[in-house]
């Protein structure tokens, strides 16, 4: 090594000037930024990472090392060109030398931290550290995953991994119906909702007779008091209160059916622009409503069907039966002859009303769209009628004709057997009625015609390649305690009322009736 000699020059360590009165994080005295590498994504440490950012007001330098690699950067304030010019680079590798010179947030992905800091200004000092709390947050998410990777990398030979391409929710419900029955692979749910005709149908090899398979999973997370209550013991409630606390469930599940409220916010902009469009989008499927329907019915109260007429000429018709409806190449230009992207995801529902246009209507919002040829079997109006459609895989790009397919109840096909009119429509919200209200009026219809009309409207007990009707399974019996079967001389009563003006439960009464005596009682 060669003789060399230090010269060493003492100088004040001034801070820059403001270079904007609107800019605070300039007024920094001194910062040091330290860098500590993560691992290298496969649990491992590498040899050496680290890295060191200095300011000492108008002076700033920096020194990273990653394994071999090694980067230097030396920075100072020039006053007459007034900023900051680069004296001394070294290496390629990247330094937040603007979160030492400028306050530049620190970038999630960086792994700095503050090591040292002294500030004119506390403001800036206080959102220096907010971003460096974010930091360490990032930092303990990858340190967690890293972990958890590492040790599913040691269990990987007792590990099973199962996958499922299509819908979540109606695979949940194809679980719980596994679950119930013990044996049913197929609760008549489709792969995807809204977009494929094919069964969701459990693999044979891991769910038919011989199948061990899991149907529940655990989840983290906490469980509300009274969704324990629930699961644990009935609850004895009057109909009034069970039907206000639902009947709120409901419209937080499906805001976007409040269209007088959406329309009353239309002028006000910014948040309430927002929820606007968050609501023009259902988050939510009906059956996940049907589905707490159930687990009230179990445990509440029950819930009394609706009872009516059947149609004519059908013998024995369920209480429900689907609707069908054939829809030409020619009535879905209003969506085809637009761009898709400016269009964007559009909510649309089934519709039924009388023929006068002035009475009563209904609408559907779970239907099952899809394209292709569609054929025949059995006799109409009779259980043994059915269709099968032959998807077409182009869609919407192809030329077959789309058909909507809608569960009704079968009583409101008596009120007009021939008459009524059914549709296909797009749901009013603020969003859609100004793409499409123009073009297919404020009701947005894009076909409608008489249940009457067989060349379009087909009516049938199950959906399309369908061999059973939708299963909404509840919940199993092995999910609920039943602490009276090991004292069968004490009955349990839980009461529980509910405020009307927050509808929250505001009370939980447990009584015990010891109806006997018995040696199996505890002391």
């Given at each position: ?8 020059r ?26 500590q590498?993560?691992?290298d ?14 300011r000492?007001g ?11 690699n090694i980067?230097v ?5 020039d006053?007459?060109?007034f900023?900051?010019k ?13 979160a ?8 999630n ?7 040292y ?15 460096t709390?974010k930091l ?10 890293s972990?958890?990777s ?27 119906q ?7 692979r ?6 995807n ?39 644990m013991?009935p ?15 409901y419209?937080?599940?499906?805001p ?25 989008l259902?988050?939510h ?5 049907v589905s ?21 000429d ?9 609707i ?12 085809t002859?637009n ?13 039924m ?7 009563w209507q209904n ?8 394209f292709?040829?569609l ?17 077409d895989?182009?869609?919407?790009h192809?030329?077959?004709?789309l058909?909507?397919?809608f ?43 008489p ?18 009707t939708?299963?909404?399974?509840g ?24 405020d ?15 109806v ?5 009682l505890?002391?």
């Open positions: 090594m060669a003789d060399y000699e230090e010269i060493w003492s100088v004040v360590p001034e801070k820059p000037p403001m270079v904007n009165a609107t800019q605070p994080q300039l007024d920094i005295e001194c910062i040091a930024l330290q860098w590498g993560d691992c994504g496969m649990g491992q440490q590498p040899k050496v990472r680290r890295g060191l950012v200095v000492v108008k002076y700033c330098q920096g020194f990273i090392r990653d394994g071999d980067a950067i030396r920075e100072e304030w006053d007459q060109a900023l900051w680069t004296e001394v680079k070294i290496g390629n590798m990247e330094m937040p030398i603007l030492a010179t400028k306050y530049r947030p620190l970038q992905n960086d792994n700095w931290y503050i090591y800091n002294i500030f004119l200004n506390e403001a800036c000092h206080d959102r220096l550290l907010e971003q709390e360490f947050i990032v930092a303990a998410i990858r340190a967690e995953f972990a958890w590492s040790a599913f990398r040691k269990a990987a030979g007792s590990i099973i991994l199962r996958f499922f391409v299509g819908d979540a929710i109606c695979f949940s419900y194809t679980l719980q596994r679950r119930i029955t013990g044996s049913a197929t609760a008549h749910f489709y792969r909702r809204n977009t494929s005709l094919d069964p969701l149908v459990l693999n044979e090899d891991d769910y038919g007779a011989n199948g061990s398979a899991p149907v529940s999973f655990t989840l983290s997370g906490s469980v509300r008091p009274v969704a324990r209550s629930l699961c013991e609850i004895h409630m009057a109909e009034a209160e069970v039907a206000n606390p639902l009947y709120r469930i419209i937080e599940m499906f976007g059916g409040k269209v007088d409220k959406m329309v009353s916010t239309l002028n006000l902009g910014g948040a309430a622009m927002r929820r606007i469009i968050i609501d023009s259902p988050l499927a009906r059956t996940s409503f707490l329907l159930c687990l009230v019915k179990q445990r509440v109260l029950p819930v009394k069907a609706v009872k009516g007429p059947s149609v004519v059908w013998k024995r018709m369920p209480p429900a039966v689907c069908t409806i054939k829809v030409p190449r020619s009535a879905l230009q209003v969506f002859k761009d898709p992207l400016a269009i964007g995801a559009v909510p649309v529902h089934g519709m009303r009388d023929s006068s246009l002035m009475g609408f559907y919002s779970v239907v099952q769209l899809s292709g040829g054929s025949t079997s059995g006799t109409r109006f009779s259980d043994t009628f059915q269709i099968n459609i032959s998807e895989s182009n869609t919407w192809g030329d077959s004709p058909f909507v397919s569960m009704v109840p079968s009583w409101s096909l008596l009120l007009e057997p021939q008459a009524a009119l059914v549709g296909f429509c797009i749901k009013t919200t603020s969003i859609t009625a100004g793409k499409f209200a123009k073009k297919l009026g404020l009701e947005m219809t894009v076909i409608q015609t249940l009457g009309d067989s060349d379009h409207v087909y009516i049938t007990k199950n959906l399309p390649n369908q061999t059973g939708i299963i909404v399974p919940f199993a019996q092995d999910m609920f305690a039943n602490p009276d079967s090991d004292y069968s001389g004490v009955k349990t009563k839980i009461t529980a009322s509910i009307p003006s927050t509808c929250r439960v505001a009370t939980l009464t447990a009584r015990l009736d010891i006997r005596m018995s040696s199996s505890p002391s």
